[in-house]
T-cell receptor, first 114, second 113 residues
Framework: EAGVAQSPRYKIIEKRQSVAFWCNPI?????LYWYQQILGQGPKLLIQ????????DSQLPKDRFSAERLKGVDSTLKIQPAKLEDSAVYLC????????????FGQGTRLTVV | AQSVTQLGSHVSVSEGALVLLRCNYS??????LFWYVQYPNQGLQLLLK??????LVKGINGFEAEFKKSETSFHLTKPSAHMSDAAEYFC???????????FGSGTQLTVLP
């Protein structure tokens, strides 16, 4: 069974530039998550989708971050404009519908903002 | 609101010694509890989970954890550490209808030869 795919694996950009990350979840998983993991910290949920809809985006900095999940499958997370403090690993995860919430994670995208 | 506290950001044990990683949670409803492991430059891999039923749960790689409601704890143990266990370990809790996962800050496990 194919796992959660993310790209790119690494990205370096200058502050004020824009960047986008892509995620392809496990086939059949209705729930998709984006997490931000700053060095030395646990992952923080940015946004949770259930099929096409947003379940929780309370911690997404909406002035600069946006995410979409078209057709309930792939998802993209965008940052525009990036700030230095956005340097982190961005993890995508997917799971079946609640209450089965065993989340499967991709390898993440390491973003460095200089 | 739910939260997770992992006591000890760094734990060192000798190879063959007992591994004990501590996790306490707060939750207003019966939670689901998880332990994940993260190797360098990798995503998170599920070690074990508690949803309902037996409070002692066994996971992969010889790890187990016990849900203690009275202590609001879900500590992770392994009787004998291997060098390959060196990694970062995260405790997580989920609750609510959407079952959002909230993670602790992690514990870096070092295994000494």
């Amino acid at each position: 069974e194919a796992g959660v795919a993310q790209s790119p694996r690494y990205k370096i950009i200058e502050k004020r530039q824009s960047v986008a990350f892509w995620c392809n979840p496990i086939s059949g998983h209705a729930t998709l998550y984006w997490y931000q993991q700053i060095l030395g910290q646990g992952p923080k949920l940015l946004i949770q989708f259930q099929n096409n809809g947003v379940v929780d985006d309370s911690q997404l900095p909406k002035d600069r971050f946006s995410a979409e999940r078209l057709k309930g499958v792939d998802s993209t997370l965008k940052i525009q404009p990036a700030k230095l403090e956005d340097s982190a690993v961005y993890l995508c995860a997917s799971s079946l519908l609640p209450p089965n919430t065993e989340a499967f994670f991709g390898q993440g995208t390491r973003l460095t903002v200089v | 609101a739910q939260s997770v506290t992992q006591l000890g950001s760094h734990v060192s044990v000798s190879e063959g010694a007992l591994v004990l990683l501590r996790c306490n949670y707060s939750s207003s409803v019966p939670p689901y509890l998880f332990w994940y492991v993260q190797y360098p430059n990798q995503g998170l891999q599920l070690l074990l989970k508690y949803t309902t039923g037996a409070t002692l749960v066994k996971g992969i790689n010889g790890f187990e954890a016990e849900f203690k409601k009275s202590e609001t704890s879900f500590h992770l143990t392994k009787p004998s550490a291997h060098m390959s266990d060196a990694a970062e370990y995260f405790c997580a809790v989920s609750e609510g209808s959407a079952r959002q996962l909230t993670f602790g800050s992690g514990t870096q496990l070092t295994v000494l030869p």
